[in-house]
């Protein structure tokens, strides 16, 4: 383990005295007992704390993004800043698809869905009701058939129209 006073250190890297002391009173100096830098630990303390927008060149990519400092057990600055742009990213990417209207939100889609069972169900219940009647005076299973085929087609177009209108009340309702 090097250790470096703090002008020994700024001669080494190359600082000026005054970013050495900046470092220090920012906590991204390592020192040992006697206040001496320990020149590994505090290079990799920099490092992993560094601003990339102030970087003089330009630092390989980190391959890991759930990295943390050996030396406080945080993620580091660029792997924060790098999560927090993805997460801006996906943010924005929903926003846009909600204003394209390719993006529902799940509560108005379960009310349409709820809306179009309860006519289906509705529509059904009222099958016997209509069809009671003219199936008991029929002997013609040929003609019961086509009685419910007939009702049964009336639902389904029923149940069509409000699949093709209830959406459009949806979005009326939103705007």
């Known amino acids: 383990m090097e250790a470096l006073t703090k002008s020994a250190f700024a001669k080494l890297r190359g600082y000026s005295r005054a970013y050495v002391t900046q470092l220090g009173n920012a906590g991204r ?15 990799r303390l920099i490092a992993a704390t560094a601003d990339p927008s102030r ?16 030396d406080t057990g945080l993620p580091d ?3 924060v800043r790098t999560q927090n742009e993805i ?3 996906v943010q924005l ?3 846009i698809a909600e204003a394209l209207k390719q993006l529902v939100a799940a509560d108005e889609v379960a009310l349409a869905v709820a809306d179009i069972a309860g006519a289906v169900r509705a529509a059904l219940e ?28 009336l639902v389904i177009e029923e149940v069509h129209r409000l699949m093709t209108v209830l959406p459009e009340q949806n979005e009326e309702a939103i705007c």
């Open 55 to 70: 970087a003089r060149r330009k630092a390989a990519p980190r391959k890991d993004w759930n990295s943390v400092t050996a």
């Open 29 to 43: 100096l390592v020192l040992d007992d006697e206040g001496l830098v320990l020149v590994a630990e505090s290079d």
């Open 77 to 79: 600055f660029q792997t």
């Open 93 to 95: 990417d929903i926003e």
């Open 126 to 153: 009222r099958l016997p009701d209509r069809l009671s009647m003219p199936i008991a005076a029929e002997t013609d299973p040929g003609r019961v058939y086509d009685l419910l085929d007939r009702e049964i087609t």
């Open 87 to 89: 997460k801006r990213g």
